[in-house]
T-cell receptor, first 116, second 112 residues
């Protein structure tokens, strides 16, 4: 089975611009989560999508948004980029969350975003 | 606020020894605890999941314990190898929620 793929792998943007990152989950996985990883804060949860609906959202400003398509592929968007948005953005997919069970997450390689 | 603490200092051990990593948490009642491995420039890789009603779980050379009274998990790698060198992250989730809250990780360095 192919793993989680993320595009692009590297991105350089300037302050004030906006960016869209893409994630393709493992086939059959309907849950997609996004995380931001920085040296200072570690891995922080951005949001989770399941069946095209945002199910959970982390503590990030409204400049961060996302969506999920009917084929489970997901995109996240950051508008009005700030220097502090420079980070590794990771996407993870997992099996549908049912019956109160938690499943392991499978991460993609990430998109390294640099804001100058 | 909830807090997950992992030793921020790198753990240096010799090949063949057992590595023990610690994950402590406060203001949190997790139903599940997971351990991940992360290599530089790569996404985390799932290793083990343990539930609140389980005391111990094993997988090959890996062993994880979960003490909800002490609010602590221990992660052991026996017969460690240089290839085990990586950052290890613990992650918690509540019952009914799939969202993971991660610790900042501990770097393990295994020397030959």
């Amino acid at each position: 089975k192919a793993g989680v793929t993320q595009t692009p792998r590297y991105l350089i943007k300037t302050r004030g611009q906006q960016v869209t990152l893409s994630c393709s989950p493992i086939s059959g996985h309907r849950s997609v989560s996004w995380y931001q990883q920085t040296p200072g804060q570690g891995l922080q949860f951005l949001f989770e999508y399941f069946s095209e609906t945002q199910r959970n959202k982390g503590n990030f400003p409204g400049r961060f948004s996302g969506r999920q398509f009917s084929n489970s592929r997901s995109e996240m968007n950051v508008s009005t980029l700030e220097l502090g948005d420079s980070a590794l953005y990771l996407c993870a997919s997992s099996l549908a969350f049912v019956s109160g069970e938690s499943y392991e997450q499978y991460f993609g390689p990430g998109t390294r975003l640099t804001v100058t | 606020s909830q807090k997950i603490e992992q030793n921020s200092e790198a753990l240096n051990i010799q090949e063949g020894k057992t590595a023990t990593l610690t994950c402590n948490y406060t203001n949190y009642s997790p139903a599940y605890l997971q351990w991940y491995r992360q290599d530089p420039g790569r996404g985390p890789v799932f290793l083990l999941l343990i539930r609140e009603n389980e005391k111990e779980k094993r997988k090959e050379r890996l062993k994880v314990t979960f003490d909800t009274t002490l609010k602590q998990s221990l992660f052991h790698i026996t017969a460690s190898q240089p290839a085990d060198s990586a950052t290890y992250l613990c992650a918690l989730s509540r019952r009914g929620y799939s969202t993971l809250t991660f610790g900042k990780g501990t770097m393990l360095l295994v020397s030959p």
